[in-house]
């Protein structure tokens, strides 16, 4: 059974920034596409980023384009996500996600394999 840990969320002023980190556990991470999705209250869960196990196909939503970074280090099983010039619309519930040998391409989080815990990220103005 595949886990999936997060950490890194807080409370952040507006222009700050927070790393998410999602460590995975159990089945080998290269048959991951690993995201971060992200949930407002109210609101639906939407793709904030995603990357493939290479590296070299990633996917940001427009409104987090040029501030936030997907990365992973697969040695360590690891996908991470750098927030940079947080703003209070940031606010969320971001979850990390999963799915084996596919990409997210559909955007739906029906579709996601597996998801971690989530972790609180709060941006005050």
């Known amino acids: 059974q595949v886990q999936f840990v997060e950490s890194g969320g807080g409370l952040v002023q507006a222009g700050g920034s927070l790393r998410l980190s999602c460590a995975a556990s159990?089945?080998?991470?290269?048959?991951?596409?690993m995201g971060w999705f992200r949930q407002a209250p109210g609101k639906e869960r939407d793709l904030v980023a995603a990357?493939?196990?290479?590296?070299?196909?990633?996917f940001y939503t427009n409104s987090v384009k040029g501030r936030f970074t997907i990365s992973r280090d697969n040695a360590k099983n690891t996908v991470y996500l750098q927030m940079n010039s947080l703003k209070p619309e940031d606010t969320a519930v971001y979850y990390c996600?999963?799915?084996?040998?596919?990409?997210?391409?559909?955007?739906?989080?029906?579709?996601?394999?597996?998801w971690g815990q989530g972790t609180q990220v709060t941006v005050s103005s």
């Open positions: 996600a999963a799915n084996e040998n596919r990409g997210f391409s559909q955007r739906d989080p029906r579709l996601v394999d597996y």
């Open positions: 159990g089945r080998t991470f290269s048959t991951y596409v």
């Open positions: 990357i493939n196990y290479s590296g070299n196909s990633i």
